[in-house]
T-cell receptor
Framework: DSGVTQTPKHLITATGQRVTLRCSPRSGDLSVYWYQQSLDQGLQFLIQYYNGEERAKGNILERFSAQQFPDLHSELNLSSLELGDSALYFC?????????????FGSGTQLSVL | AQKVTQAQTEISVVEKEDVTLDCVYETRDTTYYLFWYKQPPSGELVFLIRRNSFDEQNEISGRYSWNFQKSTSSFNFTITASQVVDSAVYFCALRDANSGYALNFGKGTSLLVTP
């Protein structure tokens, strides 16, 4: 158990809908990362937050947004969902946000858009 | 541009065989970090090792060993005496200045160990 909690584990929704994925980092970790894993794109970095502030952005679509709250949990919001958004979404946390930090990953949220 | 290449898409071995998973990376930075993660069938990503660019010392942890060679930009992973429980997808990842704080993952190598 990595100590990173993601909910829900599975999500099935329809095109055009909006969903929210939730992540609780390991106790004491200030940094949260979101990744998308799909068969064709592999593991893609979406966005990083550190202590409530956005620190880095990757290949995140404009339809997607995220935030990190004062209690350090994070939410990833996906809107106007398309079939291609079906993927496994991972949250990871790290202690310091530094370049050498190792990330601890949650078990992921499997999103299916029908 | 692909920064981490794992050329082996799938590998199948029989239990107790040794197996090496290749990872070749590309970076212009002198300071960078390399990682290996394991993704078992259950789906979670499990951290295995981190290596910084100034530490070329090879590492051994039980049946696992890693060979870091800057001259060939490679960070290969060897499993000795493989076991069925080693069956998983293994990812190599790179973090450098250009990637900011993101881990750039390779496409992964799927390892199947059969009894």
């Amino acid at each position: 158990d990595s100590g990173v909690t993601q909910t829900p584990k599975h999500l099935i929704t329809a095109t055009g809908q909006r969903v929210t994925l939730r992540c609780s980092p390991r106790s004491g970790d200030l940094s949260v990362y979101w990744y998308q894993q799909s068969l064709d794109q592999g593991l893609q970095f979406l966005i990083q937050y550190y202590n409530g502030e956005e620190r880095a952005k990757g290949n995140i679509l404009e339809r997607f947004s995220a935030q990190q709250f004062p209690d350090l949990h994070s939410e990833l919001n996906l809107s106007s969902l398309e079939l291609g958004d079906s993927a496994l979404y991972f949250c990871a946390s790290g202690p310091s946000g530094g370049k050498n930090e190792k990330l601890f990953f949650g078990s992921g949220t499997q999103l299916s858009v029908l | 541009a692909q920064k981490v290449t794992q050329a082996q898409t799938e590998i199948s071995v029989v239990e107790k065989e040794d197996v090496t998973l290749d990872c070749v990376y590309e970076t212009r930075d002198t300071t960078y970090y390399l990682f290996w993660y394991k993704q078992p069938p259950s789906g979670e990503l499990v951290f295995l090792i981190r290596r910084n660019s100034f530490d070329e010392q090879n590492e051994i942890s039980g049946r696992y060993s890693w060979n870091f060679q800057k001259s060939t930009s490679s960070f290969n992973f060897t499993i000795t005496a493989s076991q069925v429980v080693d069956s998983a997808v293994y990812f190599c990842a790179l973090r450098d200045a250009n990637s900011g704080y993101a881990l750039n993952f390779g496409k992964g190598t799927s390892l199947l160990v059969t009894p």
